[in-house]
T-cell receptor, first 114, second 108 residues
Framework: DSGVTQTPKHLITATGQRVTLRCSPR?????VYWYQQSLDQGLQFLIQ???????AKGNILERFSAQQFPDLHSELNLSSLELGDSALYFC?????????????FGDGTRLSIL | QQPVQSPQAVILREGEDAVINCSSS?????VHWYRQKHGEAPVFLMI?????EQKGHEKISASFNEKKQQSSLYLTASQLSYSGTYFC?????????FGAGTRLTVKP
């Protein structure tokens, strides 16, 4: 158990809809990362937050947005969903904003677009 | 720029050794290695920093050649539990990129 909690585990919805994925980092971790993993693909870095502020941005689409709240949990919002958005979405956390720290991953949210 | 991993897949017998390579076209700050079993979350193995150091985790070790912008993961006397997909992640300031992964299968 990594200590990172993601909800829901599975999400099934239709094209054009909007969903919110939630992540609670490990106790004491201030940084949260979001990744997208399509079927049998690698991990695509989407975005990182540190202590409520956006710190780094990767290949995140404009239809996607994220935020980190004062209690350090984070939400990833995906809107105008397309079939290609079907993927496993992982959240990871690390203690602070410095690089060179291990990231601890949650079990992921599997998003299926019908 | 995503790092390139090789090989894409490897099948071993229990007790055999394997090497997984990770290379980048950009100067690297550090390299992370993770293992992901099917249907599970990636699990951290180790981080290597600039300086060519080698690190170990059980019978798994890795090296980082900063000049060549490469890292290699060495799996010695593989066990069934080593099966999974191994990802390298290359880190530059505020930017983390993962390779496409190397699928390792260890058979009895």
């Amino acid at each position: 158990d990594s200590g990172v909690t993601q909800t829901p585990k599975h999400l099934i919805t239709a094209t054009g809809q909007r969903v919110t994925l939630r992540c609670s980092p490990r106790s004491g971790d201030l940084s949260v990362y979001w990744y997208q993993q399509s079927l049998d693909q690698g991990l695509q870095f989407l975005i990182q937050y540190y202590n409520g502020e956006e710190r780094a941005k990767g290949n995140i689409l404009e239809r996607f947005s994220a935020q980190q709240f004062p209690d350090l949990h984070s939400e990833l919002n995906l809107s105008s969903l397309e079939l290609g958005d079907s993927a496993l979405y992982f959240c990871a956390s690390s203690p602070d904003s410095r690089d060179n720290q291990p990231q601890h991953f949650g079990d992921g949210t599997r998003l299926s677009i019908l | 720029q995503q790092p390139v991993q090789s090989p894409q897949a490897v099948i071993l017998r229990e007790g055999e050794d394997a090497v997984i390579n990770c290379s980048s076209s950009k100067a690297l700050y550090s390299v992370h290695w993770y293992r992901q079993k099917h249907g599970e979350a990636p699990v951290f193995l180790m981080i290597l920093l600039k300086g060519g150091e080698q690190k170990g985790h059980e019978k798994i070790s890795a090296s980082f050649n900063e000049k060549k912008q490469q890292s290699s993961l060495y799996l010695t006397a593989s066990q069934l539990s080593y099966s999974g997909t191994y990802f390298c992640g290359t880190e530059m300031v505020n930017d983390m990129r993962f390779g496409a992964g190397t699928r390792l299968t260890v058979k009895p």
